[in-house]
Nanobody
Framework: QLQLVESGGGLVQPGGSLRLSCAAS????????IGWFRQAPGKEREGVSC????????YYADSVKGRFTISRDNGKNTVYLQMNSLKPEDTAVYYC??????????????????WGQGTQVTVSS
């Protein structure tokens, strides 16, 4: 069973940057996609950015387009989320996840089966 471990969260001022990492226990290329999700207090979990393994095709939520970048290092079985120009509304617990099988929509939380424990990102002055 795939295990995912996130790191890199923390407290940052508005306009700052953070890079999240997600280390996988297996080959991330074996899974249809891998992605980042977030959940703020009182809100549903949402897809932030996902990447399809076969061709590197990416999805970004409208709220993060132009500010966040997903990338992967297959040799290290690690996925990254570079977050720039952070805003207070980006505050949430960020999770890394992968689906067991192929999915039609690339970044829907309910379609993903393997989840990390999450890392807290707080954007505040």
């Amino acid at each position: 069973q795939l295990q995912l471990v996130e790191s890199g969260g923390g407290l940052v001022q508005p306009g700052g940057s953070l890079r999240l990492s997600c280390a996988a226990s297996g080959l991330i290329s074996d899974y249809y996609a891998i992605g980042w999700f977030r959940q703020a207090p009182g809100k549903e979990r949402e897809g932030v950015s996902c990447m399809r393994s076969s061709d590197g095709n990416t999805y970004y939520a409208d709220s993060v387009k132009g500010r966040f970048t997903i990338s992967r290092d297959n040799g290290k079985n690690t996925v990254y989320l570079q977050m720039n120009s952070l805003k207070p509304e980006d505050t949430a617990v960020y999770y890394c996840a992968a689906p067991e099988v192929s999915v039609q929509a690339m970044c829907v939380p309910g379609d993903f089966d393997y989840w990390g424990q999450g890392t807290q990102v707080t954007v505040s002055s």
